[in-house]
């Protein structure tokens, strides 16, 4: 997995979320959060905090990896 592989799945998906995306390459949600953070700082992709569109209660039963959503800005 490398940064643009990271780009292809994003810009396909158009959201997704930390988790996600970590299985989708078979890896830690550590492994994959640095090059996602990569397309933000360029501003090809923005992180939801909260998920998108999230049905959350705030009960904190949730993986917070999955409240983190990634979408796709750039071309």
């Not at 990271?6 to 078979?26: D, G, N, W």
């Not at 090809?44 to 800005?73: F, I, M, N, Q």
Request: aromatic share 6%; glycine share 6%; proline share 3%.
């Amino acid at each position: 997995m490398d940064l643009i592989q990271v780009k292809h799945y994003l810009r396909e998906r158009r959201v997704a979320s930390l988790q996600e995306i970590a299985l989708h390459f078979k890896v830690e949600v550590d492994t994959v959060k640095p090059l996602l953070e990569i397309w933000v700082n360029k501003g090809k992709a923005r992180r939801h905090a909260d998920g998108v569109e999230t049905a959350c209660s705030g009960c904190c039963r949730c993986d917070p990896a999955s409240l983190v959503a990634y979408e796709w800005l750039g071309k």
